[in-house]
């Protein structure tokens, strides 16, 4: 079985901050989705990583993917109150072209930025 | 196109009642996901489908739990005589599958309360 284990559970900082949300697991992911969701709402992907050691960024998060593709990454610059929400990374197994969709997810990072 | 549309968006039922729930995905897309999110934790996979077929379940879902996608277009997820341990998130994800990428778009989901 394979499990995503998130740190930390629950992070609380002030407006301009940085932070830093980590994804680990011993088992070998084809790729690795994170995400974010709002309450009532579902997930809404923000990034696909694949390549080890690949760094994406989207504004002023930045994505990282481990060089063996077990770990991963979400790293926020400035936090502003508008990034509140829960983030999830989520890790599809299949390499072989069968499903990406089929999604292992951590149990999520509970973000909240006070102004 | 309005994304992916579930329903009803809140349920109620007493334990032993049967529910049944409505997923809506974007019209072009070929593969449709059922996962289950309890609170405090991240989705877990269920079930899914290639157009009409479904290609894989979850050992999570038990014989209470049936899905179908008739026409390969909407779905309903199915559960007999619910039990309170089935209170949960219920998402449904579509997707238009390549060999190469898969990209998950997210309903709102159903929110399950058995009492």
């Known amino acids: 079985t394979q499990l995503l284990e998130q740190s930390p559970q629950f992070l609380s900082i002030q407006e301009g901050e940085n932070l830093t949300v980590y994804c680990n697991s011993s088992s070998v992911f084809s790729s690795l989705q994170w995400y974010r969701q709002e309450p009532g709402e579902g997930p809404v992907l923000l990034v696909t990583?694949?390549?080890?050691?690949e760094v994406k960024k989207l504004k002023r998060l930045t994505f990282q993917f481990g060089d063996a593709r077990k770990d991963s990454s979400l790293h926020i610059t400035a936090a502003q109150p508008g990034d509140t929400g829960l983030y999830l990374c989520?890790?599809?197994?299949?390499?072989?072209?069968?499903?990406?969709?089929?999604?292992?997810f951590g149990q999520g990072t509970i973000l909240t930025v006070h102004p | 196109d309005t994304g992916v549309s579930q329903n009803p968006r809140h349920k109620i039922t007493k334990r032993g009642q049967n529910v049944t729930f409505r997923c809506d995905p974007i019209s072009e897309h070929n593969r449709l996901y059922w996962y289950r999110q309890t609170l405090g934790q991240g989705p877990e996979f269920l079930t899914y489908?290639?157009?009409?077929?479904?290609?894989?379940k979850s050992r999570l879902l038990s014989d209470r739990f049936s899905a179908e996608r008739p026409k390969g277009s909407f779905s309903t997820l199915e559960i007999q005589r619910t039990e309170q341990g089935d209170s949960a998130m219920y998402l449904c994800?579509?997707?238009?599958?390549?060999?190469?990428?898969?990209?998950?778009?997210f309903g709102s989901g159903t929110q399950l309360s058995v009492l």
């Open positions: 994800a579509s997707s238009l599958w390549s060999a190469t990428n898969e990209k998950l778009f």
């Open positions: 990583v694949v390549t080890g050691g």
């Open positions: 989520a890790g599809a197994g299949n390499a072989g072209g069968t499903s990406y969709g089929k999604l292992t």
């Open positions: 489908f290639q157009n009409e077929a479904q290609l894989e």
